[in-house]
C-alpha cells in the first residue's frame, strides 16, 4: 500500500472528507507506536563510523542497539553499560585511555570508556526505525507487507481524535493483532531451513525435552 491509497482508504473507512489535513498526523502517530512495538529483521541496519574521541553521535534512524564492534581489531565487541556504570569505571581507571571496552548511550550519542588512544574503526548494528511514509517516500516494508498494521494504526488515532470511543477499541483491537502477526511471522522466519521437533532424551534418571533442529 502505498502513502497515498493508505490516505484514501482511511478516508474512506472513516467516510470522512474534512479530515485531510490530519491524515499526514494520524499516519505519523501509527508510525511512532509501530516504532515502539517491534523488532524484526527489516529492521535491522549496520553503520560503518570512525571513533576519533570518547563521543560518537549515532544514526539518526537508531532505535536500539544490537552490536558495537571495533573492527580494526579482529571485531572487538563492546559492551554497554548504564551511564552511571560507565563513569564508575571511568573513575576507577583515572579517566586513562586507550582501547575503548564499553559504551553508553547519552540522548543521541554514544560515550565511550577508555577514551580512544587513537582512532577505531567501528561497525554498528542496531535497530532502526521504520523509514516514516511521505509524499517522496511512498512506501516501506511495513505498509508493503503489513499495510493492515499502518491502516488501523491510523485509524485508531483518528477515532480517539473524533472522540468515538468505541471505534478506537475497536481499530486499536486489530492493530495489536496485526502488529503480533508481525512478531509471529519474525519468529518463524528464524526456523526458515528446518523444523523444531521435540524428543525425548535421559539424563541420568531424570528426563528432559531436547528440541533440535530438522532441515528440509
Do not use: C
Not at 72 to 98: A, K, T
Not at 105 to 110: G, M, R
Not at 126 to 133: Q, S
Request: proline share 3%.
Amino acid at each position: 500500500m502505498t502513502y497515498s491509497e493508505l490516505k484514501t482508504n482511511i478516508a474512506s473507512y472513516l467516510n470522512r472528507s474534512d479530515l485531510t489535513n490530519q491524515l499526514d498526523i494520524f499516519i505519523d502517530q501509527a508510525e511512532a507506536e509501530i516504532n515502539r512495538k517491534i523488532r524484526t529483521k527489516d529492521m535491522v541496519k549496520r553503520a560503518n563510523a570512525v571513533l576519533e574521541n570518547q563521543y560518537l553521535t549515532l544514526p539518526s534512524d537508531w532505535m536500539e542497539a544490537i552490536n558495537v564492534e571495533i573492527v580494526s581489531n579482529n571485531f572487538s565487541p563492546l559492551f554497554q553499560q548504564s551511564v552511571e556504570s560507565l563513569d564508575v569505571y571511568r573513575r576507577s581507571i583515572d579517566n586513562s585511555s586507550g582501547q575503548p571496552v564499553y559504551f553508553a548511550i547519552v540522548n543521541d550519542t554514544l560515550e565511550f570508556a577508555p577514551t580512544p588512544d587513537q582512532n577505531y574503526d567501528l561497525q554498528l548494528t542496531y535497530y532502526a526505525k521504520v523509514t516514516p511514509l511521505s509524499d517522496s517516500n511512498t512506501s516501506n516494508f511495513v505498509s508493503n507487507d503489513h499495510p493492515d498494521v499502518y491502516l488501523y494504526g491510523a485509524l485508531k488515532h483518528a477515532s480517539v481524535f473524533l472522540m468515538e470511543d468505541d471505534r478506537a477499541v475497536l481499530f486499536n483491537n486489530q492493530f495489536e493483532k496485526a502488529i503480533e502477526e508481525i512478531r509471529m511471522e519474525d519468529e518463524k522466519a528464524k526456523f526458515a531451513k528446518g523444523s523444531l521437533l521435540q524428543r525425548r532424551k535421559s539424563y541420568g534418571k531424570a528426563k528432559k525435552n531436547v528440541y533440535y533442529m530438522k532441515g528440509d
